[in-house]
């Protein structure tokens, strides 16, 4: 979804009806602050379902005329059940100052996170203090693949880095209820108007070595298709022999 060209189809909406009133009590006030389109779901999809361990996707169109102070994204059991996990996370860098922004991030849910439906808010606070918030039921399903201990980077296996011409270090320890069949290392990132794009990739095939359990340990080459100076997604994509696949993504800075 390209949340900047929503933005800009609201407001020019907005002008549209403004211009048509004749009347002064006919007028209508376009909101200052407020949330458009709010999308979840597992990989980068908007399905609102995650299961136990994964990384969520969401993404909406954020603005606020008095300039973005803070993005919240929260999410809880209903009132009245017990869980002992849930999230609050505050989001300033790339957003704060702002009037408009494309809001994207990935954040991971909690193998302790129970099966069942959360709720998920989703806050904007301006510079003024007003706050504006959009909520969604995201469904938590049960787990069939699991990745965790997760290490990359270049000069070191956790500096999180990628260098231009030299292989990227990837650790992780994968362990699935089915059969392994496949773990593949992407770097990704999105384009407006044309979605997610796929630049680098190596696969790693376990079919057939009857493994439920790995010490994972694999590179991948950087080329060119990446950019100094740019930060990008680094994806995990585990399948079992079902076919099911979890999907992992972490943020990849290019030296």
Not at 26 to 39: A, K, T
Not at 165 to 177: F, P, Q, R, T
Not at 191 to 213: A, C, I, Q
Request: charged residues 25%; neutral net charge; aromatic residues 10%.
């Amino acid at each position: 979804m390209n949340y900047s060209t929503y933005l800009k189809s609201i407001f020019i909406g907005i002008l549209v009806m403004l211009a048509s009133c004749s009347k002064e009590s006919d007028m209508v006030i376009p909101p200052s602050l407020g949330i458009v389109n709010l999308e979840f779901g597992s990989g980068h999809s908007s399905d609102k379902t995650i299961k136990q361990g994964g990384n969520i996707h969401i993404g909406a169109a954020v603005y606020a005329e008095a300039k973005i102070k803070s993005i919240t994204v929260e999410i809880f059991l209903k009132e009245g059940k017990q869980s002992d996990w849930k999230l609050k996370e505050v989001f300033t860098e790339k957003y704060k100052g702002a009037k408009e922004v494309s809001f994207h991030q990935h954040v991971d849910i909690s193998y302790e996170a129970k099966v069942t439906d959360y709720i998920l808010v989703m806050t904007v606070e301006d510079d003024l203090g007003n706050k504006k918030a959009k909520e969604g039921i995201l469904k938590v399903l049960p787990y069939t693949i699991m990745v965790k201990n997760v290490k990359y980077g270049t000069n070191t296996n956790d500096d999180n880095l990628a260098v231009i011409g030299k292989d990227l270090s990837v650790e992780a320890y994968i362990e699935a209820k089915n059969e392994l069949s496949l773990v593949v290392l992407k770097v990704s990132e999105f384009v407006p108007g044309e979605g997610w794009k796929t630049l680098e990739r190596k696969d790693f095939d376990y079919t057939g070595k009857n493994l439920t359990k790995v010490d994972f340990k694999g590179s991948l080459p950087i080329t060119n298709n990446l950019q100094s100076g740019k930060t990008y997604d680094i994806d995990i994509v585990v399948v079992d022999k079902k076919k099911e696949q979890l999907l992992r993504y972490y943020t990849l800075k290019v030296a």
